[in-house]
Antibody, heavy 116, light 107 residues
Framework: EVQLVQSGAEVKKPGESLKISCKGS????????IGWVRQMPGKGLEWMGI????????RYSPSFQGQVTISADKSISTAYLQWSSLKASDTAMYYC?????????WGKGTTVTVSS | EIVLTQSPATLSLSPGERATLSCRAS??????LAWYQQKPGQAPRLLIY???NRATGIPARFSGSGSGTDFTLTISSLEPEDFAVYYCQQRSNWLFTFGPGTKVDIK
């Protein structure tokens, strides 16, 4: 079964750093792009960026460029989304997705709460 | 940046009725248009890709049509489990965007 398993919920304070993960299984991890999608509470879906684990080619939405870093470790079939300094406005659900031009496999999501 | 608009914002229908959801792009996206369904507390699920191809396991009551700038998702006869939010999504170069969503709720 093809699946993406995301790390658990996080509660952080403003200014803290964070790295969440997404582990792929059931398919060739290095042959598909992995993307990240944000959903703020009660809002719609926002595409953040993608990485190709085979060669670490990474693309970002202009809205998220410089705000987050996407990386991957192909040896353990895991992609990451990280922040160096969280803001309250980063509070959201974050989904990792297997990415063609459409997104055919979704993780269950990681809830990130940033609050002082 | 290509902007997607979806209409209506909310569609109130009864089980068994036909649902017609619209997605319009600010410029042509060819057939690079996908549709997703999201139920409360769940991750979205891919329904349709390439404007008209059903994803694996998606029932035949879901169909997609259109090309260029105007697209439609049709649910031929609503089942209770179809009441959800539906998003369209496009690709343009290396920028991917979603529409704001259409909520299909029970009348």
């Amino acid at each position: 079964e093809v699946q993406l398993v995301q790390s658990g919920a996080e509660v952080k304070k403003p200014g803290e750093s964070l790295k969440i993960s997404c582990k792929g299984s059931g398919y060739s991890f290095t042959s598909y792009w992995i993307g990240w999608v944000r959903q703020m509470p009660g809002k719609g879906l926002e595409w953040m960026g993608i990485i190709y684990p085979g060669d670490s080619d990474t693309r970002y939405s202009p809205s998220f460029q410089g705000q987050v870093t996407i990386s991957a470790d192909k040896s353990i079939s895991t992609a990451y989304l990280q922040w160096s300094s969280l803001k309250a406005s980063d509070t959201a659900m974050y989904y990792c997705v297997r990415h063609k031009y459409y997104m055919d496999v979704w993780g269950k999501g990681t809830t990130v709460t940033v609050s002082s | 940046e290509i902007v997607l608009t979806q209409s209506p914002a909310t569609l109130s229908l009864s089980p068994g009725e036909r649902a017609t959801l619209s997605c319009r792009a600010s410029q042509s996206v060819s057939s690079y248009l996908a549709w997703y369904q999201q139920k409360p507390g769940q991750a979205p699920r891919l329904l349709i890709y390439d404007a008209s191809n059903r994803a694996t396991g998606i029932p035949a009551r879901f169909s997609g049509s259109g090309s260029g700038t105007d697209f439609t998702l049709t649910i031929s006869s609503l089942e209770p489990e179809d009441f959800a939010v539906y998003y369209c999504q496009q690709r343009s170069n290396w920028l991917f965007t979603f529409g704001p969503g259409t909520k299909v709720d029970i009348k």
